[in-house]
C-alpha cells in the first residue's frame, strides 16, 4: 500500500478497455479493491443511490428495514470472515451479537433503572466497546477451534448459543430477563437522537443514514483484509490447513485472529441492529437468529463481501416481502393466522431458500450476478 | 436415596429418547459423513404421525393401538426420510459436508413448519395411555411412561446392534463407513447405504418425538429437545453407535440430577441450568478428548 | 487502498452526511374539512372501507398485535382475535361509528409473544392506524408504551396489568392479575386455610403483577410466600416443578401459559404433590382437560378471572355467542376479545360526537368516559376512565372450577365477589413497574 505501488497501479488501470470485466493487466491490478473498471463504476453508483436516492425516496417503514438490513449485513460480512474466508464453520453468532448488543445496552443505558446502564450514550464509542468486547470473547473461544475440526467445532458453537442464551436469561439486572427485554443501545451523536425524529429527518433516515455510513466502512476495511497477506493465509488455512502450517502460515494465529475480526464485526451489528430495533430481548439470541446468519451468507454467496450484504438485505426483507404476497398472489391468505398465510410462508421460504439455492446455485446471489453478466457480456451468442 | 433413585429413573427415561435420537445421528454420520439438523423435525413429525393414527386406531385395546401407531408412524418417517435422502441429500453427494448439513437445516425448517401447522393452536395429545400415571418401586415413585421408554429403547438397541452385526446391510452399510470406495468396488450399492441409515433415522426420531411427547403433549417446541442429542453424540463420539447409547443416557441422567440438586447445591447457576448442563458437560469432554470419548480420531493426510 | 479509492470513499461517506441537509418535511397529512366536520389525522380516510362500502363517511383503521402462530398465548390471542373481528363487525352492520366504518382485519400482526418482534410490528403499522384494537401481552405492550404514549395512539391491551390504569392511552376492561391474585388468595383462606402460598409466574408484567399481589394478600392474611419466576417454554419448567415439589405449598398461584401450565401442574402432581393451584384467566385452555395432565387439573386446579365464562347469560354474553355463531367451540378468548373492545367502540362514539377524530381527540373522549355499557358482561360501574385509576380500577373477581361437560372447560363456582384484601388496597401505583 505504498505511494509507489498505487501510482504504478493506476496508470495501469488507465490501459483497461470497457466491456472485458475479468480482464488484469497486472498482479497488482488483480489485487486491487475494486478490481475492474465496472467494478468501480457500479460500486459507486450503488452507493451513491443507497446515499441519496433511498433515504428520500423511500417511506420510513421501508428505511427502518433497510437500517437493520445494513446492519444485519455487517454481521454477515463477520461471519463471512470466518466462514466463507477462513473456512472455520460457526453457528454461534448469535452468541457474539448478543454481547455486542449488550454491552452497547449496558453502556448506553440510563443509569439507575431495573437494568444496568452507565449513560454513555455517545454512539462512536459503545460502538466500539461492543466490537472489541465481542472481540475478546471471539478470542477467548477460538483455542477451542483450533482444538477441533469441522461438524464437532459446528457444534460445540452451537453449544455456545445455549450456554449464552442461558447466561442472558438468568442475568436479569443486564438483560432484563426473557419475555422483558430492556431497551436497545441510544443511539446518541453530539446531543442528538438519531432514533428520534428531528427538525430536517426522521429517526429511520437518520438510522438508514447511520447504518449505510459504517457498512461502507465496515466492507471497505473487510475487502481490504482479505487481499492482503491475512487474507491469503485465511484461504490457506481454509483449503487445507495442514499445506498451510507447513508453509509456514501459523494455523493457530490465523484461526484465532479470523474468531476475533468475526467476533467483532459481530458485536458491532448486534449493538447496530438494536439500536435499530430499540429492545432487545434475551431469547432473540438463539439457533435460528446463527441460522439466518449462516442464511445470509450462504444465500449471498460464501467468500465474497458484496455477496453478504445482498444476502442480508435479502434475508431481512424476506418476512416483509411474503407480507406482499398476498396482494399479488390472491391464493396466499393475508390471514396471518392461516395455515399457509405469511407469516408462516416466511418462514418456509428461509428453509426451501437455503435448499434450492445450496443445490442450484452454490455461489448464491452473487453466483446469479455473475450469470446474468455472464449472459450479457456473451450476447448475442448466449446460450 | 429416594430422591437419588427418582432422579436417576427420571433420568434413565429421558435419557432413551436422547440415545434413540443420538443414534439416529450416528447412522446418518457414519454413513454420509454428515450431521443430520433434521433429525429434530423428525421427531416432530413422528410424534404428530402416532397422535393422529392413535386416535384413528382407538378401537384397538390399550395399550395395543399405541403401540400399533407407534411402528406406523415410524415407518410413516422412515419414508419421509427416504424421500428427503433421494430427492435433496443424494444429488448433493460430494459437495463439501457443510453445505449438505446447511441443507438439512433447510429442510429442518420446512419439515417443522409444515407440522406446526398441523399441531394447531392446542397442545396435542399423542395418545399414549400412560399419561402421568406411577408405580412404586421399592418406595421410589417411577412414572410407567418412563419404564415403557427404558425398555423400548434397549429392545430397539438390541436388534439395532444385531442388525450391524448379523445382516447383510447392516455389514454392508459397516464396510461403506469405512470405506466408500472399497465398498462400491465390493459391489455394495452405496446408494442403498444412504437410503437406509436415513430412514432408519427417521424411525428413531420418530419414536424418541413420540416418547417425548407422553406426559405433556405435543407443542410446537418439541423439536427443541432434539437437539440435546448434539451434545449425545459429541460426547459419545460422532461415529461410535455404542457411544451414542452411552451419550445419551449420560445427558439424561445429567440433566435429571442437576434439575434434582442443582437448585440446592448451586443455585448461582440460575433457575434452568439443567437445560444446558449437557452442553457444559460436552465443552468439558471435548477439552480432553476432541473426537468425544469413543469417537474414532480422524488421521489427516495432506 | 489506494489514494484514489480513499478520496472516493471519504467522499462517499461525507455526501450521504450532507444529505442531511435536504431534510423531509412534515409528515403529518391529511384531515382538515370545512365547518362542522369531524377533524381527523391519521388512521382515517375519507373512503369508505373496502368491506363496509355503505358506511360513506370514512373509514377508521384500527390494528391489532397478537400472539398469533407460536408464542405461548396462540390458543387464546386467535379466538380474541376473531371475537374482536366479529365485534367490529356488529357495530358496522349498525351503522358503524355514526356513518364511519371500521377496519381491524387490514393491519393484523403476530408479535409470537415477544417484545421485540412486538415493537417492530408496531412501528411497521403506527402511521396507518387511529389506534390499536389490540395488542396483546403486559411485556410486549411495554415495550411500545412510551411511544404509544408520545404519539397519543389509544390502545385496547390483551392484558390485565395493574401499571394501564395508570396510562392515559390504555383502554383495560376488568380488573388486573394484582387484585385478581388478593381476591384468589382470600377466596382461598376462606375454603380451605392455607399456610403457604407460592406464586410460580412469568418474569415481567404479567406474572410479576399476580405475584405482588399475591404477596400482599399473603402478607395480610398471615400467610408464609414465596415466588418462583419461570420462563415460557415446556423445557424451562425443570425449576418451578422442583420448587413446588420440595416446598410444597398448600396454595400455588399460577401465571403462566396454558402449555407450561400443563407441565407444571402435571409433573408436580405425578411426583405427589397434592396443594391448590389457583390460575390467573391467560394460564387456562380448555385443551388442559384432555392433556396427560388432565385428572391433575381437575383434582388440583382452580382458575380466576375477571369474568363470567363464554357460557354465562347476560345479554353482552348472549349477543356475543349469536353473533359468533353456532360453529364455534366456547373458548375465553372470545368473551375477553369481545369485553375488550365495549371501552373502544365508546370512545370513537365519543370523540365523533366531539367532532374530533384526530389521535388527539380520541385520546380526549377517552378522559371524557366515566361509564362503558358492556352489557351486563362487567358490573355495572365498570369502565371509569375520566378519574384517578385507584376510582376507576374494577376489583371484582370471578372463580372457576375445571368442567368437562362445559365447552370451555370451566364453571363458574363463586361469582363476582371482591375479597378484603382488594378492597382495602389503596391502589395509587401499579403493583409492578418494569
Known sequence: ????????????????????????????????????????????????????????????????????????????????????????????????????????????????????????????????????????????????????????????????????????????????????????????????????????????????????????????????????????????????????????????????????????????????????????EPDSFNLLLSIQFVAMVLIGGAGTISGSIMGALFITMLPRLTQELPTVLPFISSDVTAPLGAANLAIIFYGLMIILFLIFEPRGLFGIWIRIRNYFKAWPFSY | MTTFLQAVAGGLGQGSVYALLALGFVIIYKSMRVVSFAQPAFMLAGALAVSFLAEALLGIPSPWGFFLALVLGAVGVALLGLGIERTVIRPMVGKPVFVIAIITLGIDIVVRLVANIFIGLDVRPVGDPWGLNSINLGGVQVQERHIVMLVTTVLLVAVLFSFFKYSRLGLAMRAASFNQETALAQGISVGTVFATSWAMAGALAA???????????????????????????????????????????????????????????????????????????????????PYGLFGTKEVERV | MTSRTTQLLAGLSALALIATGCGRGDSGGGGGGGEGAVRTDVGVTAEPCKDTPNLTKGCIFLGTISDLTSGPFKALAVPITEAQKKFWERVNKSGGIDGYGVDVTTYVRDNKYNPETHNQVYQEIKSKVLGLAQTLGSPTTAAIIGDLGDNNIVSVPASWTSAWAFEDVILESGTNYCLESMNAIDYAVEQFKP????????????????????????????????????????????????????????????????????????????????????????????????????????????????????????????????????????????????????????????????????????????????????????????????????????????????????????????????????????????????
Request: glycine residues 12%; positive net charge.
Open chain 1, 1 to 280: 500500500m505504498t505511494e509507489q505501488r498505487s501510482t504504478s497501479v493506476s496508470t495501469k488501470a488507465s490501459r483497461q478497455l470497457w466491456g472485458r470485466p475479468e480482464l488484469y493487466t497486472s498482479y497488482g491490478q488483480n489485487l486491487r479493491m475494486l478490481n475492474t473498471r465496472p467494478k468501480q463504476v457500479a460500486v459507486v453508483a450503488m452507493v451513491l443511490l443507497a446515499a441519496t436516492y433511498v433515504p428520500f425516496g423511500l417511506p420510513d417503514e421501508w428505511l427502518h428495514l433497510f437500517a437493520m438490513g445494513l446492519a444485519a449485513a455487517i454481521g454477515a460480512i463477520g461471519l463471512n470472515i470466518v466462514t466463507g474466508y477462513a473456512g472455520q464453520v460457526s453457528l454461534g453468532h448469535a452468541f457474539f451479537l448478543a454481547i455486542g448488543a449488550y454491552t452497547a445496552s449496558a453502556l448506553s443505558g440510563e443509569p439507575g433503572r431495573r437494568t444496568i446502564g452507565f449513560g454513555i450514550t455517545f454512539l462512536p464509542l459503545w460502538l466500539l466497546a461492543a466490537g472489541v468486547v465481542a472481540g475478546v470473547a471471539g478470542v477467548i473461544v477460538a483455542p477451542l477451534a483450533t482444538r477441533l475440526r469441522g461438524l464437532y467445532l459446528a457444534i460445540v458453537t452451537l453449544g455456545l448459543v445455549f450456554l449464552g442464551l442461558h447466561i442472558f436469561k438468568e442475568w436479569k439486572a443486564l438483560t432484563g430477563g426473557p419475555g422483558v427485554g430492556r431497551q436497545g443501545p441510544v443511539p446518541e451523536m453530539f446531543g442528538q437522537r438519531l432514533d428520534r425524529n428531528g427538525d430536517l429527518l426522521t429517526g429511520d433516515q437518520k438510522m438508514y443514514l447511520l447504518t449505510l455510513v459504517l457498512l461502507v466502512i465496515f466492507a471497505v476495511f473487510a475487502r481490504n483484509l482479505v487481499r492482503s497477506k491475512v487474507g491469503r493465509a485465511f484461504a490457506a488455512v481454509r483449503d487445507r490447513d495442514i499445506a498451510a502450517d507447513v508453509i509456514g502460515v501459523s494455523v493457530t494465529r490465523y484461526k484465532v485472529l479470523a474468531f476475533g475480526i468475526s467476533s467483532f464485526y459481530a458485536g458491532c451489528a448486534g449493538a447496530l441492529l438494536y439500536a435499530v430495533l430499540g429492545r432487545v
Open chain 3, 195 to 434: 399456610k403457604s402460598v407460592m406464586a410460580v409466574h412469568y418474569p415481567g408484567d404479567y406474572g410479576e403483577d399476580a405475584a405482588a399481589g399475591a404477596k400482599v394478600a399473603a402478607e395480610k392474611n398471615g400467610l408464609t410466600f414465596e415466588a418462583v419466576e419461570t420462563a415460557s417454554g415446556q423445557d424451562n419448567q425443570a425449576g418451578a416443578i422442583n420448587a413446588v415439589n420440595s416446598k410444597k405449598p398448600d396454595l400455588v398461584i399460577l401465571t403462566t401459559g396454558p402449555t407450561d401450565a400443563a407441565v407444571i401442574v402435571g409433573q408436580t402432581a405425578a411426583r405427589g404433590f397434592t396443594g391448590k393451584y389457583i390460575g390467573t384467566s391467560p394460564t387456562w385452555n380448555p385443551g388442559l382437560l384432555k392433556s396427560p395432565a388432565g385428572p391433575a387439573f381437575k383434582a388440583l386446579y382452580l382458575q380466576s378471572g375477571p369474568w363470567e365464562t363464554f357460557t354465562a347469560d347476560t345479554p353482552g354474553h348472549k349477543n356475543m355467542r349469536e353473533i359468533l355463531g353456532a360453529g364455534v367451540t366456547g373458548n375465553d378468548g372470545y368473551t375477553a376479545g369481545w369485553v375488550w373492545s365495549y371501552p373502544l367502540q365508546a370512545a370513537l362514539k365519543k370523540a365523533v360526537e366531539n367532532k374530533d377524530l384526530t389521535r388527539e381527540g380520541l385520546l380526549k373522549a377517552v378522559k371524557q368516559l366515566d361509564k362503558v355499557d358492556y352489557e351486563g358482561m362487567l358490573p355495572a360501574s365498570a369502565g371509569n376512565f375520566s378519574g384517578d385509576a385507584n376510582a376507576g380500577v374494577v376489583r371484582e373477581t370471578m372463580i372457576a372450577k375445571p368442567d368437562e361437560s362445559s365447552p370451555t372447560g370451566v364453571s363458574t363456582v363463586k361469582t363476582f365477589f371482591v375479597g378484603p384484601t382488594a378492597k382495602d388496597y389503596k391502589f395509587d401505583k401499579p403493583c409492578f413497574q418494569s
Open chain 2, 207 to 289: 419414536v424418541a418425538g413420540t416418547f417425548q411427547a407422553t406426559g405433556a403433549g405435543i407443542d410446537q417446541n418439541l423439536w427443541i429437545i432434539g437437539l440435546k442429542a448434539l451434545p449425545a453424540i459429541i460426547l459419545g463420539g460422532l461415529d461410535s453407535l455404542g457411544g451414542a447409547v452411552i451419550g445419551g443416557f449420560t445427558v439424561g441422567l445429567v440433566e435429571s440430577l442437576v434439575a434434582t440438586y442443582q437448585g440446592d447445591f448451586a443455585p448461582w447457576l440460575g433457575q434452568n441450568f439443567s437445560v444446558v448442563s449437557a452442553y457444559v458437560v460436552m465443552l468439558l469432554v471435548l477439552l480432553v478428548r
